[in-house]
């Protein structure tokens, strides 16, 4: 039997409402290019926000034991990624995503996104004149990191418009909000 009674039919969509695909409201927004530069900026600021915090404990905890300036790079980067992913991956579990899921959707969300920013954030911090030889109490060391973070926002903001605009990087995190 094809069609449905219309008792059948109100209990379908009961059964399936808030479960649909979000296929229609992906189209207008995902697709198409229609994807606004506000998107862009929040996705990039949510990356930002974990890479710093990686980023900042990594130079703290490198400080803090004497290291050099490539194993204290290598630590904040290692950080950098773990807390990119974490907050992701928190926000996918959150909104009801299995572990082995939402570990798929943070890697396929944040990988371009927090390569692109470590490697601008990185190499401007690399280029500012004794910015990796300040101490965390020198107003250098604070100064180069927020110049070194701006400019990584600005250049990663439009490598997220260019992803979440093909259905790709914070446009798969995107579908798990409701």
């Not at 290291?67 to 290692?78: D, E, R």
């Not at 899921?101 to 920013?117: C, H, W, Y």
């Not at 910015?131 to 109490?137: D, F, G, I, N, V």
């Amino acid at each position: 039997m094809e069609h449905e009674t219309h008792s059948e039919r109100r209990e379908h969509e009961a059964h399936h409402h808030g479960h649909a695909p979000h296929a229609p409201h992906e189209h207008h927004e995902h697709h198409g290019g229609g994807v606004s530069w506000a998107m862009a900026a929040k996705a990039t600021l949510h990356c930002l926000t974990g890479c710093a915090i990686g980023e900042v404990l990594g130079m703290i905890i490198g400080t803090a034991l004497g290291w050099g300036t490539a194993p204290t790079m290598a630590l904040a980067i290692v950080l950098a990624f773990f807390f990119g992913y974490s907050l992701t991956l928190w926000a996918v579990v959150r909104a009801g995503v299995g572990l082995r899921t939402a570990i798929g959707v943070a890697l396929a969300a944040d990988t371009l996104s927090i390569t692109v920013m470590e490697i601008v954030d990185n190499g401007v911090l690399l280029l500012v004149p004794g910015a990796m030889e300040a101490h965390l109490s020198d107003a250098l060391f604070w100064g180069a990191l927020a110049f070194a973070f701006a400019i990584a926002f600005l250049v990663t903001t439009p490598v997220n418009k260019w992803m979440i605009g093909r259905g790709k990087g914070h446009a798969v995190v995107h579908q798990y909000h409701h």
